[in-house]
């Protein structure tokens, strides 16, 4: 299975300060995407690297790949309350994406 | 554009009894997908189809059936439905890119929670 694993799987911030979730993957891949899930909805796509990009920003977001570690990295610079979420990697090397457990993402006023 | 819609949004089923669940996109999109999400366990893809009349296996398909008669619409059956199936399920789906196909991102519905008593 091409399931990514975010670490850590639980983070809890102050707004202002960086958060930084992680994710490892086991075998090469088209791309890596990262979604978002707020309490009790679906999930949003939040920004997708491809295997030959090393890093991509998108507002406050930036995103590492390292394909030669099998890993990535989201960085939410100036969190905000409402960055509250769930957070799932998404290797992608085919048809579907698998989905990790996610890191849960506390930012507190 | 309402983009995916999933019907219905609540559901309570007894142990043996059978339910269709609907998933619905306008936005002309190729792939379509269902997951299901318990606690802890994150997103489990179920069945998945690349295209109108296609349908493939996913990591639980166990317990499920679907189908995809037009391109807009993607049907998850259960037709003896199980307590271990109390679950919330998303619907989503995405375009096609290239030959051969890459995958963009998804697009999910709001979800549908079910419970089997």
């Known amino acids: 299975s091409q399931q990514g694993e975010e670490d850590p799987q639980a983070l809890s911030i102050q707004e202002g300060e960086n958060a930084t979730m992680n994710c490892s993957y086991k075998t090469s891949i088209n791309n890596l995407q990262w979604y978002r899930q707020n309490s009790g909805r679906g999930l949003v796509h939040l920004i997708l690297?491809?295997?030959?990009?090393r890093e991509k920003h998108s507002g406050r977001l930036r995103v590492t790949l390292d394909t030669s570690k099998k890993s990535s990295s989201l960085l939410i610079t100036a969190s905000r309350a409402a960055d509250t979420a769930s957070y799932f990697c998404?290797?992608?090397?085919?048809?579907?994406?698998?989905f990790g457990k996610g890191t849960s993402l506390l930012v507190t006023p | 554009n309402a983009g995916v819609t999933q019907t219905p949004k609540f559901r309570v089923l007894k142990t043996g009894q059978s339910m269709t669940l609907l998933c619905a996109q306008d936005?002309?999109?190729?792939?379509m997908y269902w997951y299901r999400q318990d606690p802890g366990m994150g997103l489990r893809l179920i069945h998945y189809?690349?295209?109108?009349?296609?349908?493939a296996k996913g990591e639980v398909p166990d317990g499920y059936n679907v189908s995809r008669l037009k391109k807009q619409n993607f049907l998850l059956g259960l037709e003896s439905a199980a307590p271990s199936q109390t679950s919330v399920y998303f619907c989503?789906?995405?375009?096609?890119?290239?030959?051969?196909?890459?995958?963009?991102?998804?697009?999910f519905g709001p979800g549908t929670r079910l419970t089997v008593t």
């Open positions: 998404a290797p992608n090397s085919g048809y579907a994406l698998n």
């Open positions: 936005m002309n999109h190729e792939y």
């Open positions: 690297i491809r295997s030959n990009e």
């Open positions: 989503a789906s995405s375009y096609r890119l290239g030959d051969p196909p890459t995958q963009l991102e998804q697009y």
């Open positions: 189809s690349v295209g109108e009349g296609t349908t």
